[in-house]
């Protein structure tokens, strides 16, 4: 069964600090990953989607890694801002050999940015 | 631009009352997801649908049903909502795999906040 962790829960730095956050899963037979943010109260914004033919993918300030072999992501954020401040939940989605497309998710780590 | 809606931010309803939430994308995804967040617990997923009525059961499945009668519309009813039904609910679309194999991000809409007194 595949399992999503992600390390720490939370976490707090002060702002223009670089910051990395982890995922990992336990089977690496997937199809892809995604990284996602939830703002307080409200839903999912996709930031990143890695295939698992990829090494990593960037956008902006964010970069984000996959290691399939050893089960792990990380994301990388440069020069974090006060408006960084959110849940980072990561994603798999997991081979099942079939059609469907679902994701199993990781719990999130809670990230706040001090101005 | 990608589009999620779901009809209502904030749900309060009674124990026993029949419960309907909806969704509809604007993006003529194929499939489409119904997912609740718990604290500690995570998002799971309830129900998905890959084609106008069709369903399948996700991992919690219990308690609830699904309606998909147009593509863009998916609906969550609850028959009999009870408090441990209180949660976020999140409804999310995707593209099906074999006309987009190596882009099928799941877009995600703002979420539905259910109590359930």
């Known amino acids: 069964k595949q399992e999503v962790t992600q390390i720490p829960a939370a976490l707090s730095v002060p702002e223009g600090e670089n910051l990395v956050l982890n995922c990992s899963f336990t089977?690496?037979?997937?199809?892809?990953l995604q990284w996602f943010r939830q703002d307080p109260g409200k839903g999912l914004t996709s930031l990143l989607l890695?295939?698992?033919?990829?090494r990593e993918q960037t956008s902006g300030r964010l970069n984000a890694s996959l290691d399939k072999s050893s089960g792990r992501s990380t994301l990388y954020i440069a020069a974090s801002q006060p408006g960084d401040s959110a849940t980072y939940l990561c994603a798999v989605r997991h081979r099942t050999g079939g059609a469907t497309n679902k994701l199993i998710f990781g719990t999130g780590t809670l990230l706040a940015v001090q101005p | 631009d990608v589009k999620v809606t779901q009809s209502s931010r904030y749900l309060v309803k009674r124990t026993g009352e029949k419960v309907f939430l909806e969704c509809v994308q604007d993006m003529d995804h194929e499939n489409m997801f119904w997912y609740r967040q718990d604290p500690g617990l995570g998002l799971r997923l309830i129900y998905f649908s890959y084609d106008v009525k069709m369903k399948e059961k996700g991992d919690i499945p219990e308690g609830y049903s699904v309606s998909r009668e147009k593509k863009e519309r998916f609906s969550l009813i609850l028959e009999s909502a009870s408090t441990n039904q209180t949660s976020m609910y999140l409804c999310?679309?995707?593209?099906?795999?074999?006309?987009?194999?190596?882009?099928?991000?799941?877009?995600f809409g703002p979420g539905t906040r259910l109590t359930v007194l």
């Open positions: 890695i295939q698992s033919s990829q």
């Open positions: 089977d690496s037979a997937i199809y892809n």
């Open positions: 999310a679309s995707s593209q099906t795999s074999g006309r987009a194999p190596l882009n099928n991000e799941q877009f």
